[in-house]
T-cell receptor
């Protein structure tokens, strides 16, 4: 099992360009998440999904869109990149179990630089 | 909204010294999780605590969940250079059990 994979690993964008980050998991997890991590600010939730075809906003959703067309994939889109979106992006997944918040498994991250 | 706070933000120790990081939630948590992120890496799950007053050990690491289920601590005995990294606590959001609220993390450096 590869676990959670992310592509690309690193990307440089110019302001105004668009891009899509891909997250894939092979653990049959229902829940998937996108976080951004900035120095001194921990992990902030951008969007998440509790199942195929469903998405919801997290703490910092502005400037991002997501889609979950297949259970194993969760895409994060930046329509018009801004320097403030320079960050490390982590995807995570988990399997829900009634009454207990399950462990989240993280991908290796995508480092994005917006010039 | 729910807040999870960690102190200290940074900790520098000499190898062999002990280390403790504290996690405090603004709300009662059903459980708490701890993650470790090595420099340049991604967060990796360490442990989950569920019961009030629960204490769990993993070799030199001791995790504790407070009686009121609003705070937790991670203590490392006799740190080693392999302990370097950022330690995060996380608790389920009270309005949505499918989401975790992460603390800002404690970054540990260990001088050999």
């Amino acid at each position: 099992n590869a676990g959670v994979t992310q592509t690309p690993k690193f990307r440089v964008l110019k302001t105004g360009q668009s891009m899509t980050l891909l997250c894939a998991q092979d653990m049959n997890h229902e829940y998937m998440y996108w976080y951004r991590q900035d120095p001194g600010m921990g992990l902030r939730l951008i969007h998440y999904s509790v199942g195929e075809g469903t998405t919801a906003k997290g703490e910092v959703p502005d400037g991002y869109n997501v889609s979950r067309l297949k259970k194993q994939n969760f895409l994060l889109g930046l329509e018009s990149a801004a320097p403030s979106q320079t960050s490390v992006y982590f995807c995570a997944s988990s399997y829900p179990r009634r009454g207990v918040q399950e462990t989240q498994y993280f991908g290796p991250g995508t480092r994005l630089l917006v010039l | 909204g729910q807040q999870v706070m960690q102190i200290p933000q940074y900790q520098h120790v000499q190898e062999g010294e002990d280390f403790t990081t504290y996690c405090n939630s603004s709300t009662t948590l059903s459980n708490i999780q701890w993650y470790k992120q090595r420099p340049g890496g991604h967060p990796v799950f360490l442990i989950q605590l569920v019961k009030s007053g629960e204490v769990k050990k993993q070799k030199r690491l001791t995790f504790q969940f407070g009686e009121a289920k609003k705070n937790s601590s991670l203590h490392i005995t006799a740190t080693q250079t392999t302990d370097v990294g950022t330690y995060f606590c996380a608790g389920p959001e009270e309005t949505s059990g499918s989401r975790l609220t992460f603390g800002e993390g404690t970054q540990l450096t260990v001088n050999p």
